[in-house]
């Protein structure tokens, strides 16, 4: 059985591929050990840390990810391999362990950054005003 689900952060989008196997993660085609910061690599392994360990070892997991940077990559890849393991085992108990871990593995982040405009340096703050 395979299972494609998608997760989204800022300008990430990260795309999971979970079918039955022995516990191989690839993030874009390299093994998830490979991925750099390590701060990153532990974001996208959290799913792993809610649930027990036997559940890793059934499955084998593919993401790719494009655009965004480090942080709101890894993310994505959490949000997406959530996804793919509540919904290859249909198991409404791992679902509400998520939930009850944390919502993002389960709900996209919203939340963009706001363009910049004319009038300042950043998208709300304005140059000073001199008088004199």
Do not use: C
Request: proline share 4%; no cysteine.
């Amino acid at each position: 059985m395979v299972t494609n689900t998608s997760g989204k952060k800022k300008t990430a989008v990260a795309r999971a591929t979970v079918r039955d196997g022995s516990g191989k993660i690839r993030i874009n085609s390299q093994p998830v050990e490979l991925v750099e910061p390590e701060s990153a690599r532990l974001k996208m392994l959290e799913p792993f840390r809610v649930v027990e360990d036997d559940l890793r070892e059934d499955v084998d997991i593919d993401v790719q990810i494009n655009g965004g940077g480090f942080a709101g990559r890894a993310d994505a890849a959490r949000t997406a391999i959530a996804r793919g393991l509540v919904q290859h085992n249909n198991d409404a108990e791992l679902r509400d362990a998520f939930m009850a871990f944390d919502r993002s593995l389960l709900v996209n982040d919203v939340r963009q950054s706001e363009p910049k405009k004319w009038g300042g340096p950043g998208a709300r703050a304005r140059y000073q005003k001199s008088y004199r």
